[in-house]
């Protein structure tokens, strides 16, 4: 059993090491799973989910920094500023070893620094609001072209099947061909937005591909539940 945990932990930080915070998120979370006492693992999962919610720009240049802090957009400044203090004392440097610890701590820090101050977080905000009318208009778009009846159903969070079918050439290449899609048009976006030199009014199309599955998850459970 130690023997696993030792190799699992190896494989965890070498994903760590080369940047693949995704997937050393869900194998840290397995090795959580098989043995809860493993010590650091919540170290781990705080430099992982801060990595991974870097990524995920709520446009071509702006950081989703609530998604970095893990709060909700209605959260307010001491709410904001626990979960600071919460994730500061996973990710310091002196205490947080881990490859991507330094860069994460200066991200909660840099996310704590705008949404405690007024002013730059009214302005944040109204970009934020911008930038989500903006996907849920290219996401209209996209519904129209690909989402009717019962393709919400291959087009489910969980990737290429239908529910309560194996994996299929057809659902996998009409996955490929929905997120090829989704690419595109946050390509398109986010280079409309640069070239018109207003960088705030894109989408980034890791955020757009996020956005797209959460509201296809939304109407999957809305055609089940008979609503």
Request: hydrophobic share 35%; proline share 2%; aromatic share 8%.
């Amino acid at each position: 059993m130690a023997c696993n945990s030792v190799e699992t932990w190896s494989k965890v930080e070498k994903l760590m090491q080369e940047k693949d915070f995704a997937n050393a998120l869900v194998k840290a979370k397995d090795m959580q799973n098989l043995f809860p006492n493993v010590k650091y693992i919540s170290h781990v999962l705080a430099v992982c989910e801060v990595q991974i919610a870097a990524k995920n720009k709520i446009n071509t240049s702006e950081m989703d920094w609530y998604g970095i802090l893990r709060t909700e957009k209605s959260a307010d400044k001491e709410v904001i500023k626990k979960q600071f203090k919460k994730l500061a004392l996973l990710l310091h440097p002196d205490k947080n070893k881990f490859p991507g610890a330094v860069e994460a701590f200066r991200l909660i820090g840099e996310a704590n620094k705008i949404l405690i101050d007024p002013k730059q977080r009214a302005i944040y905000d109204r970009n934020y609001k911008r930038s989500e009318r903006i996907l849920e208009t290219i996401w209209t778009k996209l519904q129209k072209k690909w989402l009717q009846g019962n393709d919400v159903v291959e087009m489910s969070i969980s990737g290429a099947t239908k529910v309560g079918e194996s994996h299929t050439s057809e659902s996998v290449s009409r996955k490929r061909m929905w997120e090829s899609t989704v690419d595109a048009e946050g390509r398109k976006n986010g280079s409309t937005s640069k070239n018109s030199g207003n960088s705030s009014s894109g989408v980034n199309a890791d955020h757009l591909r996020t956005y797209s599955r959460k509201k296809v998850k939304l109407s999957y459970k809305k055609l089940h539940s008979g609503s």
